[in-house]
């Protein structure tokens, strides 16, 4: 059965440092997201993306954060300078489309993220 | 905007019906969802209801909602130990991209 994939599954980093997450969805879905979950926290939606650009995100997806999908499998999410308080599980999804019958988001199985 | 509450864990013996309980404040949420999470995996729709559906039953799981009061439960019958796991409730509203909004998740452990 065809799955999201992340990588890595842990990342540590210091301060001030750019992170880039990898998510690989699946083939031939065409709707990514990203979410995180800070511990003991909700799930909190950050952006989606779609045809190449962002449709939608949340007033956490500030400045420091960037999303791409350099090539026709692999979609990141990039933060510019981390901060403490962006250590958090991340993760992605991908969908076919939106609403019923294709909108049901397949997650990927997280990166977490400490931010020493 | 949307708040989604549940509680953080629920323990139940092998065998018996657990109950997970979900409440949502916007009432114009249309779609609600339960996702599970085992260990080390992302996170996986289960079953999801509409907002003019009052029941929905998919084998050992039936969902409940109550729109006047803004409650969700979820019902696992026979749970098994297998059922073990973080389950979140999500609410969407229709039109445009569907974005769920999540609880806290509940942690359900499943003892012999």
């Known amino acids: 059965e065809p799955e999201v994939t992340q990588t890595p599954s842990h990342q540590v980093t210091q301060m001030g440092q750019e992170v880039i997450l990898r998510c690989v969805p699946i083939?031939?879905?065409?709707?990514f997201y990203w979410y995180r979950q800070i511990l003991g926290q909700k799930v909190e939606f950050l952006v989606s993306f779609y045809n190449n650009e962002i449709s939608e995100k949340s007033e956490i997806f500030d400045d420091q954060f960037s999303v791409e999908r350099p090539d026709g499998s692999n979609f990141t999410l990039k933060i510019r300078s981390t901060k403490l308080e962006d250590s958090a599980m991340y993760f992605c999804a991908s969908s076919v489309g939106t609403g019923v019958g294709s909108g049901e988001q397949y997650f990927g199985p997280g990166t977490r993220l400490t931010v020493t | 905007g949307e708040d989604v509450e549940q509680s953080l864990f629920l323990s139940v013996r092998e065998g018996d019906s657990s109950v997970i309980n979900c409440t949502y404040t916007d009432s114009s949420s249309t779609y609600l969802y339960w996702y599970k999470q085992e260990p080390g995996a992302g996170l996986q729709l289960l079953t999801y209801i509409f907002s003019n559906m009052d029941m929905k039953q998919d084998q050992r799981l039936t969902v409940l909602l109550n729109k006047k009061d803004k409650h969700l439960s979820l019902r696992i019958a026979d749970t098994q130990t297998g059922d073990s796991a973080i389950y979140f409730c999500a609410v969407a509203k229709s039109g445009g991209s569907y974005i769920p909004t999540f609880g806290r998740g509940t942690s359900l452990i499943v003892h012999p």
């Open positions: 083939s031939n879905h065409l709707y």
